[in-house]
């Protein structure tokens, strides 16, 4: 017999440290979602992204209330989605790295731009261009649903960046 959902009790051995080991055993691609607000580039490397529906066509990504992209992803209302190849852990630490500059923040890594005006990184083996359809309460995230207003696969053989308990890796 299995208990009501409100009648089971939070184990008290799970903390915040034993939560991120468990958890860091689910391994991501890494991508680096992107919006334009009033002609300036925001950009941040995000993993915890996930396809949600096929009809329609769903996305999510967790925002960090913290972070300077949910304020301008918020207030665009559009945002881009460059899944990065194994080859860019470049980018994966820049736009991860906290405070750098937004002014000519794209500039050291080539990019093109499609329907949302949102930067994409050329170096990516796929691209996703989304509208925010909702957004919901995620704790210290933002749930941000995006409607797919364009996807377009890059190389067919691009090797994605893959991210497991803290580090990068490749499929061997
Ligand atoms: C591999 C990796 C994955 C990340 N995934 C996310 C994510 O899914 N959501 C998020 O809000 N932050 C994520 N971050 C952290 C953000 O990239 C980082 O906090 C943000 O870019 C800081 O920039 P800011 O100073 O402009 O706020 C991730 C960082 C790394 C290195």
Redesign the pocket.
Request: aromatic share 14%.
């Given at each position: 017999m299995s208990l009501p959902a409100e009648a089971v009790p939070p184990d008290p051995t799970v903390d915040a440290a034993a939560y991120r080991r468990a958890v860091g055993h689910f391994a991501s691609g890494?991508t680096v979602c992107t919006s334009r607000v009033g002609g300036t580039d925001h950009a941040?490397?995000?993993?915890?992204?996930t396809s949600v529906s096929l009809d329609p066509l769903l996305v999510l990504?967790?925002?960090?209330k913290e972070?300077?992209?949910r304020d301008a992803v918020l207030e665009s209302g559009t945002w881009a989605v460059s899944i990065l190849p194994s080859t860019d852990r470049r980018a994966?630490d820049w736009?991860?790295m906290?405070?750098r500059p937004l002014i000519g923040q794209m500039d050291r890594f080539p990019h093109h731009r499609g329907v949302t005006g949102a930067p994409l990184l050329d170096s990516a083996v796929a691209w996703l261009e989304c509208r925010t359809q909702a957004v919901y309460d995620g704790g210290d995230?933002d749930i941000v649903l995006g409607a797919v207003l364009a996807a377009v696969e890059g190389d067919r053989d691009g090797v994605p960046l893959v991210?497991h308990r803290g580090r990068y890796g490749r499929f061997a």
């Open positions: 890494v941040m490397t995000a993993s915890a992204f990504v967790c925002v960090d972070a300077r992209f994966a736009f991860a906290k405070g995230h991210h």
